[in-house]
């Protein structure tokens, strides 16, 4: 089962995300939440012939809105704390960014490194290349500004282009 989460954690919810089905991939990860992550880890084992050995509940999401200016400002950041990695480079967690019109996302990870409890905050990027951003803050605070400035400085970058 690993092989099949690192697929998803690394190629499949990227893929969604950055591709012309992002807005529908978004609407259903929220509403559905763990039960969609279930779903897509099924589908996935399905072509292996290794089923899914999760559970809806041991996902857990939580939505936050960081308000901007005025609303199209604002920015939404789902942080999904996965099942715990068994092996490298698994996610510990997944934070999804996007906009108030369900675009311009970006995909951060939480990846278990090599040492007990050592983590890395990494990503993928639209051409679906890894990205590795150094150790990962250990309080969600400070992890969660850290995504904030990443991702405000990607929408600067969108803007100034």
Known sequence: ??????YLEQQAIP???YSD?????????????????????????AETGSGC?????????KPQLFSGEDKSRDIAIL?????EPEEMPLCAKIIICHDAM???PRYYTV???????KFMLCGVNEEGRHLNFGNCPENEEELFYKILGFYRNHLS???NS
């Open 1 to 6: 089962m690993e092989m099949e989460r690192y």
């Open 15 to 17: 893929e969604m995300l």
């Open 21 to 45: 089905n992002c807005q529908p991939f978004l609407m259903s990860l929220l509403q559905d939440r763990g039960d969609f992550l279930v779903y897509m880890l099924t589908l996935i084992g």
């Open 53 to 61: 050995s999760y559970r809806a509940d041991q996902f857990v999401f």
């Open 79 to 83: 942080t999904i704390d996965m099942p």
């Open 102 to 104: 369900l675009s311009n």
């Open 111 to 117: 990846e278990k490194s090599v040492g007990d409890n």
């Open 157 to 159: 970058g969108i803007e």
